[in-house]
């Protein structure tokens, strides 16, 4: 993906949402820049900002409006707040911005390792501008004089839908930093959006529903290992964990430690999707600290081929 953070604030942008969302034919730059009285080029970069977000997306040189953006169209302040708090977090360079925030409370600093880990063509000033506001205005940073605070807690819950929505975007949000800390930022980075979600699936759900939190942990695991396999090798062919692994063993992508644990891993899978094992059609039942202890296992074991494969160093 090609980030781009433009100079734009973040309630300009929902009003230029709000345009879109509220016409009943497409509008022209022209009308949505009289819509929100600010000039095209303006509204050219809000337009941008809000395809970056997940907001919206061209179809036939026509802008069309995602899921998540229709839920705006009804929803009071508060709610939007959290809602624009919930597609920031799915946001790679937001949510390293927040981490390191967290890690040394510097915005100008978060801002320039976003802009140089993303390959930001904006100034350092307007990713920290943009960022920042956007980050306050959603409630996920609050600033208090000088000091710089990632929060989750809104000061007032209207109700429960914002109860039930601040609570599921709290989880999320410290499963993705955790994930881009355990990772590293350059894997973190190499994984895309589906891949994420299906490990915070697991995180989420490991102790309500082990079985499927392995098996869904488990597809961003074979995806991964197809994406970085194709890199240098075509493995469209491969089925499943177990065939992926061999093939890049094979292909001399990965060391043997890597394939003992990539098929404890897949084994792991094998039991968490089948109701009763092949040979001996007896039921495995699934703990839920075996459920966490496999998706770590798998993580430890995603960067470990990653770094062997990029970095040519071997880290477990």
């Not at 307007?126 to 208090?144: A, E, H, M, T, Y």
């Not at 009763?276 to 202890?293: G, M």
């Not at 470990?304 to 970095?311: A, E, L, M, P």
Request: glycine share 4%; aromatic share 10%.
């Amino acid at each position: 993906m090609n980030y781009q953070i433009p100079d734009v604030s973040i309630t300009t942008c929902l009003d230029v949402l709000e345009a879109i969302l509220n016409s009943e034919a497409p509008l022209s730059l022209d009308r949505i820049s009289k819509y929100i009285n600010k000039s095209t080029s303006y509204t050219r970069r809000a337009l941008i900002f809000l395809n970056q977000l997940g907001f919206i997306f061209e179809k036939k040189t026509e802008w069309k409006t995602s899921d998540i953006a229709k839920k705006v169209k009804l929803a009071n302040l508060e709610q939007k707040k959290l809602i624009v708090g919930n597609v920031l977090l799915k946001y790679k360079p937001f949510l390293m911005f927040c981490n390191f925030v967290l890690n040394d409370n510097i915005t100008k600093e978060a801002a320039r390792k976003v802009k140089t880990l993303f390959d930001v063509d904006s100034r350092e000033e307007v990713v920290q501008r943009v960022l920042l506001n956007s980050g306050i205005f959603s409630g996920i940073i609050k600033k208090d004089k000088n000091k710089i605070q990632i929060s989750l807690k809104s000061e007032k819950i209207p109700d429960s839908f914002t109860e039930e929505l601040e609570k599921a975007i709290q989880d999320e949000f410290f499963t993705r930093i955790f994930l881009s800390q355990k990772l590293g930022d350059d894997l973190f980075n190499f994984l895309v959006e589906d891949e994420i979600e299906n490990i915070i699936y697991g995180f989420l759900n490991y102790q309500t529903n082990p079985k499927q939190a392995i098996s869904t942990s488990g597809q961003a695991f074979e995806d991964f290992l197809r994406r970085i396999g194709e890199e240098k090798f075509g493995c469209g062919s491969c089925s499943g964990i177990g065939q992926l692994i061999s093939f890049l063993r094979n292909k001399k992508l990965i060391d043997k430690s890597h394939v003992d644990l990539g098929n404890a891993i897949n084994r792991m899978r094998l039991l968490s999707s089948h109701s009763k094992e092949k040979e001996t059609l007896e039921l495995w039942n699934i703990h839920p600290d075996s459920a966490i202890e496999s998706i770590l296992l798998m993580l430890s074991l995603m960067r470990s081929i990653f770094n062997f494969i990029r970095n040519n160093t071997r880290i477990i």
